[in-house]
Nanobody, 123 residues
Framework: QVQLVESGGGLVQPGGSLRLSCETS????????MAWIRRPPGKGLEWVAT????????FYAAAVRGRATISRDNAKNTVTLEMSNLKPDDTAQYFC????????????????WGRGTNITVSS
């Protein structure tokens, strides 16, 4: 049974930082690109970041570039997202997802999705 379980959500003050984790199981983790995608309240999906299978190449959305770091641990089948200098616009439900190929930022045909974790950036 495939599972992707996000954790680390909560309330964060503007300017603060967060670290989201995604624990996976039930599929061959090293065969998949891993990504973080978010859905702000009342809006559609937004791609945030992607890391390749080897944890050697990373891609970021313009909205988070310079503030975010995605990484994976292939020994533990986990992927993390660290973000700093958080803004109210970062408020969203954050999902981790897996795909066998690299997907463009407006493509969301991921093979597997987690259920998401909520981040609220507010004072």
């Amino acid at each position: 049974q495939v599972q992707l379980v996000e954790s680390g959500g909560g309330l964060v003050q503007p300017g603060g930082s967060l670290r989201l984790s995604c624990e996976t199981s039930g599929f061959t983790f090293t065969r998949y690109w891993m990504a973080w995608i978010r859905r702000p309240p009342g809006k559609g999906l937004e791609w945030v970041a992607t890391v390749d299978r080897r944890n050697s190449t990373r891609f970021y959305a313009a909205a988070v570039r310079g503030r975010a770091t995605i990484s994976r641990d292939n020994a533990k089948n986990t992927v993390t997202l660290e973000m700093s200098n958080l803004k109210p616009d970062d408020t969203a439900q954050y999902f981790c997802a897996a795909s066998k190929i690299y997907l463009l930022e407006d493509e969301f045909q991921y093979s597997f999705w987690g259920r998401g974790t909520n981040i609220t950036v507010s004072s």
